[in-house]
């Protein structure tokens, strides 16, 4: 990668230390992946649960579907408000990478914001027309939704390659798709639609096992707990393999880097690797899950606390991508502590407004018109 590719920083430098901003990337990363991993794995389970049930609203299966719903009519709310932070933070970080990736596919990254919203209107056009609504059928727009979401997962994972690959620029000026060609594309999509599918599904279950153990409708919350934990099986199953795959497709340099930069770097990745295997481990012990409703919770909370520790690795395998074209680039800090310290005020307000909101809906959700 020729140097004087890469626009040149921001004359105004950096309001904070670097560290600061890779530790709030990291962190509001992980929180928008849970609601991320919710509305799309939970589309995408929600769609299979439709088919799979013929549209019949009696139907364990469609009863799913409709839960799943009414769980993504929050989950994209919130996906969408948590995903601002990170989104400023890797523009600060990042901003002579990711600007230009988003411009060198800009079309595809416009049409991100007509999949959101195509997306989020299906989702609802399900919700008051199909299955959750009382009625059969809307198996079209229960699809249709998941399509959507799966199509922003692809623009994501394509913006994500290109921009921690300066060195592609020019192939994908050439041909905007070029990118689809890079042996870990496939992998990378793969990995994140599984772990959300794994992810709801365990969500469901646990909600499910809670709600049948109190004694409300009790073999209907069984039949969906014994689904949704079948496909987290099978789906944390394909994600191991695939996670393999893709560290061993990852280039030759920064698979190195994996190695060679000590505990700050394999510790993370090696303590994903237990975690994921064990969580695989919990899920093969339970046949019923009404039976092991402490395992299921553990199991829930072993699956969250993956996904916080393969958001570290995860930057840390962007920054390994970027070393080489961005070693030399010195920013400016000159701290802003005072927009710190509000960010800080208001990101905590926001994170104990968004805990009271699921707690209430979890004690007491709506129904009707007023569930939109």
């Known amino acids: 990668m020729t140097p004087n590719l890469l626009p040149a920083l921001d004359p105004a430098g950096l309001p904070g230390p670097l560290w600061l901003f890779h530790v709030l990337l990291v962190l509001t990363f992980f929180l928008h992946v849970l609601f991320l991993n919710l509305a799309v794995g939970g589309g995408l389970l929600a769609a299979v649960g439709h088919a799979l049930s013929g549209g019949r609203r009696e139907d364990p299966r469609a009863i799913l579907a409709a839960r799943l719903t009414r769980i993504n009519g929050y989950a994209v709310s919130l996906a969408i408000t948590t995903g601002i932070a ?23 990254w416009f049409g991100f914001l007509l999949l959101l919203l195509g997306g989020y209107y299906a989702l609802y056009l399900y919700k008051f027309r199909g299955v959750p609504a009382g009625r059969s059928g809307g198996g079209l727009w229960v699809w249709l939704s998941a399509a959507a979401f799966v199509g922003i997962a692809m623009v994501q994972v394509a913006v994500q390659l290109l921009h921690a690959q300066p060195e592609r620029w020019s192939e994908a000026a050439a041909g905007r798709w070029s990118v689809l060609a890079d042996p870990t594309y496939v992998p990378r999509l793969l990995h994140f639609l599984l772990a959300a599918v794994a992810f709801s599904a365990l969500v469901v279950a646990w909600w499910a096992v809670r709600e049948g153990t109190a004694g409300r409708d009790a073999s209907t919350n069984r039949a969906i707990a014994t689904f949704a934990w079948r496909w987290a099986l099978v789906a944390t199953a394909l994600q191991l393999v695939d996670g393999v795959l893709l560290l061993l497709l990852l280039p030759r340099p920064v698979l190195l880097g994996l190695m060679r930069h000590g505990a700050s770097m394999l510790a993370p990745l090696t303590l994903a690797v237990v ?5 695989l481990m919990m899920l093969t012990r339970v046949r019923d899950p009404f039976s092991s409703r402490g395992l299921v919770t553990g199991t829930l909370a072993a699956a969250t606390l993956t996904v916080a520790v393969m958001s570290v690795t995860r930057h840390q395998v962007r920054t390994l991508y970027l070393e080489p074209s961005l070693s030399s680039a010195v920013a400016v800090i000159r701290p802003q502590w005072g927009n710190f310290v509000l ?22 959700p709506a129904a009707g018109s007023e569930s939109a």
Not at 275 to 279: D, I
Not at 345 to 353: A, F, I
């Open 343 to 364: 960010f800080a005020v208001l990101l905590l307000g926001g994170l104990v407004t968004v805990a009271v909101m699921v707690r209430r809906v979890l004690a007491s």
């Open 275 to 279: 975690l994921a295997v064990g969580v």
């Open 86 to 108: 990170p989104l400023l933070f890797v523009q600060v970080l990042y901003q002579q990478t990711f600007y230009t990736a988003t411009i060198l596919i800009g079309w595809a």
